[in-house]
């Protein structure tokens, strides 16, 4: 126990050194200077509530008791593959003619969300031969041969490249 008071002690000691530091140093005065701050004072003595707009009220009770699922308008942009049939009323879309977010194809799932559904970072890497630009788009995940028209492709690199272009430049 006496160890934990020491540690404790020192610690708080520490703490403060550091902010004491901080507070000299002179930066928090250009970060203040650069923060506004509002106290928000009473103006009157009217007692104002929370207001949560009828039609949230509307939406809230038709869904169940739970907030609908946000949709994205649809209306002005083109047409994709996913939606290209939905028409106001169907299946995935509202009476405005907007669709749900979810599953939307406006809604495209990031790298990020993808390393970390196949493993997370170091064990999934994203392929980017989906982003190879070639004439045909069924190329992109063609092997890359190692002998071409009888020829060896490694014939063709030149290990002093960089050297050349360092004389060119």
Same mark, same amino acid.
């Given at each position: ?16 050194? +550091? ?5 000299? &140093?002179? %930066?928090?005065?250009?970060? *203040? @200077? ?5 106290? #928000? !004072? ?5 007692? +104002? ?5 009828? &039609?949230? %009220?509307?939406?809230?009770? *038709? @869904? ?5 699922? #946000? !949709? ?14 939905? %028409? ?82």
């Amino acid at each position: 126990q006496g160890v934990s008071d020491v540690k404790n002690a020192a610690c708080d000691k520490l703490l403060a050194s +550091r902010v004491d530091s901080r507070l000299s &140093s002179g %930066k928090v005065n250009n970060v *203040a @200077n650069r923060l506004q701050v509002f106290h #928000p !004072t009473k103006r009157d003595n009217v007692d +104002r509530d929370v207001c949560i707009p009828e &039609s949230v %009220k509307e939406a809230i009770e *038709a @869904n169940g008791g739970v907030l609908p699922k #946000p !949709t994205k308008s649809k209306i002005g942009y083109a047409p994709s593959i996913d939606n290209k049939n939905k %028409k106001k009323g169907e299946q995935g879309a509202n009476m405005d003619g907007d669709v749900e977010m979810e599953g939307d194809s406006l809604t495209k799932k990031t790298a990020r969300d993808l390393m970390w559904e196949n493993g997370g970072p170091g064990v999934w890497a994203p392929d980017y031969r989906e982003q190879y630009d070639l004439l045909d788009a069924n190329w992109r995940f063609d092997a890359i041969p190692q002998i071409m028209d009888g020829k060896n492709i490694a014939d063709y690199i030149d290990p002093e490249i960089d050297t050349k272009l360092a004389q060119l430049e």
